[in-house]
DNA sequence: ATATTAATGAAAACATTTATCAATAAGGCG
DNA sequence: CGCCTTATTGATAAATGTTTTCATTAATAT
């Protein structure tokens, strides 16, 4: 049994998810704490993000469209994604947790859970309309 | 507006994706087609994947998860995840073209679609259930 | 056949994440 | 408090997946 220790850096990444709150990627996270801390490695990091996932202390968002994302919250709930400029942001809608039940053959797959990503063009995006 | 040409390399990949069925990735794909043709490049690959995906000849499946996939089904459908193993099947379930729908207020974002990702753990890795 | 230029192949560049490994420091214990 | 143990760190390299670059090739129109 492994015990975890709590370093300083540990919980700057805690914090950093915290406060950038809008689903920020590692890159985005470590931008944040060597702006503090400029000793502080990419390499923990992403070490931290990834225990603090494991701990259920912030949740892990493996989304599509390049990087993995991060998040404060962690009751699940789903998410929009730009198709032109990759943004992310929440979606308000009630999460269903009965949805697997609507699968009628499943692979033999035990479904303990489901994430829903929305297509869509975001305000900014859909401005400038041709292109 | 620029015109498409067709290419050997084009119609290979597009067969090696309604052969290879099963949501292969873009180096699947690959190893597939160099089988045959040894002295076709990667880089071709990749192209040819985005531009069938753009004229909907095959779909892309921007889904969590290492590498991006591609499907010969264009219609959309849903998926699961093994969250050990990372392997993808194709879920028997209806597609809901009204959820987007239900959501209260999406940011702005006009939804154009939207995909369902199951979690859950494959035949094989629930085998042997203690970890 | 010839000209135009989209598409190719090879390799380098790029982006994201993980592994390596010696050095550091957190937490337990006397 | 100071000493051990070893989890964690920082720096860098490596692995992975994808895109770019650019000179060469070859698809289509004429």
Known sequence: ??????????????????????????????????????????????RNLRQLAESVEISELQLPGGAERFDHITEPHYHVRCCKCGRFADVDM?????????????????????????????PECSGGQTE
Do not use: W
């Not at 053959?105 to 297509?119: K, L, Q």
């Open 1 to 46: 049994m492994t015990k975890k220790r709590n370093t300083i850096q540990k919980a700057l990444v805690y914090e950093a998810v915290n406060r950038l709150k809008s689903h920020p990627t590692a890159e985005e996270v470590y931008r944040y704490v060597v702006k503090d801390h400029p000793n502080v490695s990419k390499a923990t990091v992403y």
């Open 94 to 122: 009630k999460y269903l947790p009965g949805l697997p039940e609507h699968i009628t053959d499943s692979n033999g797959f035990a479904i303990t859970g489901h994430d829903i990503v929305f297509r869509g063009t975001c």
